[in-house]
C-alpha cells in the first residue's frame, strides 16, 4: 500500500527563469575591456612622443600615411591640410623618388635622397651601372649620419695600392665615380685604413702607410674633375678601425671617399 501511495505523489518540476540582462548581463565586460585597451593604447602615444625624437615620429606618422598615388596629382590643395603635387618639386622625380618631396615614409630627408640617388647610379639601380662587374667587387656605399661613404677596397688578389701608389684600377674606379662627385657640391672626406701588420714586424708602417695613401687619393681626384678645393679632411686611421674579424685580413685595406652633409665646397 505504501507504495501505491508513493505513485499518486505530484512531481513537482522547478524550472528557473533566466532574465535577460539579469545582473546587468556580460555586456559590461566588453565595454570595460575596450575602455583598458583604449587607455593603454592612450598610454603607449603618450610614452612614444615623450620618448622619440622630431625626425622618429615624422617617420611614426608617415608609416600611416598612404604611399601609393591613385592618381598623378595627390589630394588636397594649400589649405589647412596642405595637399602638395606630386610633381611639386621635379627634381624628386627625376632622382626617382616616387614624387614624394619632403621625406619617405621611414623618415628619409631630400638631402638622403640626393645621396642615395648617387649611390643608385654607382650600382645601376635605375639603369647601367658606372662599373663593370668585376669593379663592383671592389665597391661599398652607405649613408651615415656624416654623409655619403664610397667605400674601395682590397680583394685578395686584386689590391688597390702598390704601397703608397695607387694600382690601375683604383685609377679607374675613381674616375668612374668621379661624375658623381663632381654632380654634388658639397665637402669631401678621405680617410684611409690598413690591414694590421704581423706581430714580429720590426718598423710598423701603417700609420705612413695609410696617410699616404689617403694623400695619394685626394691627389687623384683632381685627375676624376673633382677640385681639390673642395677636400676638407684627409685622414689616416693605421689598423685602428677594422672590418674583418682577421686583422691582418686584405679586407681592412681600404679607402673612403665621404661626401659630406650639409657643407658646399668653393667654386670649383
Same mark, same amino acid.
Given at each position: 500500500?505504501? !507504495?501505491?501511495?508513493? +505513485? ?12 535577460? $540582462? ?9 565595454? =570595460?575591456? !575596450? ?21 622618429? &615620429?615624422?617617420?611614426? #606618422?608617415? =608609416? ?7 592618381? &598623378? ?8 591640410? $596642405? ?7 621635379? %627634381? ?5 623618388? $616616387? ?6 615614409? +621611414? ?20 639603369? !647601367? ?10 665597391? @661599398? ?15 685578395? %688578389? @686584386? ?22 662627385? &663632381? #654632380?654634388?657640391? +658639397?665637402?669631401?672626406?678621405?680617410? %684611409? ?9 720590426? /718598423? *710598423?708602417?701603417?700609420? /705612413?702607410? @695609410? +696617410? ?9 681626384? *683632381?685627375? #676624376?674633375?673633382?677640385?681639390? #678645393? ?8 693605421? !689598423? &685602428? ?7 691582418? %685580413? ?19
Amino acid at each position: 500500500m505504501a !507504495d501505491k501511495d508513493d +505513485n499518486k505523489r505530484p512531481i513537482i518540476v522547478k524550472r528557473k527563469k533566466v532574465i535577460a $540582462g539579469g545582473h546587468h548581463g556580460g555586456a559590461w565586460k566588453v565595454a =570595460y575591456a !575596450d575602455f583598458v585597451t583604449a587607455m593603454m593604447a592612450f598610454f603607449m602615444l603618450m610614452w612614444l612622443l615623450n620618448a622619440t625624437t622630431d625626425k622618429q &615620429r615624422k617617420g611614426l #606618422a608617415d =608609416y600611416f600615411s598612404p604611399t601609393i598615388a591613385v592618381s &598623378r596629382v595627390s589630394g588636397g590643395g594649400e589649405g589647412a591640410l $596642405g595637399g602638395r603635387s606630386m610633381s611639386a618639386d621635379a %627634381s624628386q622625380v627625376q632622382l626617382g623618388r $616616387g614624387g614624394i618631396t619632403s621625406s619617405e615614409a +621611414n623618415g628619409t630627408t631630400v638631402e638622403d635622397a640626393e645621396l642615395m640617388a648617387v649611390e643608385a647610379a654607382i650600382f645601376g639601380k635605375g639603369g !647601367d651601372s658606372l662599373l663593370d662587374e668585376e669593379m663592383l667587387r671592389h665597391v @661599398s656605399v652607405r649613408l651615415s649620419d656624416e654623409g655619403l661613404v664610397i667605400e674601395f677596397f682590397d680583394l685578395p %688578389s @686584386s689590391p688597390l695600392f702598390e704601397g703608397v701608389a695607387p694600382t690601375p684600377l683604383l685609377r679607374k674606379l675613381i674616375r668612374s665615380v668621379g661624375g658623381q662627385l &663632381r #654632380a654634388r657640391p +658639397n665637402a669631401i672626406a678621405i680617410a %684611409s685604413f690598413i690591414a694590421a701588420e704581423p706581430v714580429v714586424t720590426r /718598423r *710598423p708602417q701603417v700609420w /705612413r702607410m @695609410s +696617410n699616404g695613401r689617403a694623400d695619394a687619393v685626394r691627389r687623384l681626384l *683632381p685627375v #676624376a674633375g673633382v677640385s681639390d #678645393a673642395r677636400v676638407v679632411r684627409v685622414t689616416g686611421h693605421a !689598423d &685602428r678601425r677594422p672590418v674583418a674579424s682577421d686583422p691582418l %685580413s686584405s679586407r681592412n685595406n681600404r679607402i673612403e671617399i665621404i661626401i659630406l652633409r650639409d657643407r658646399v665646397a668653393p667654386r670649383r
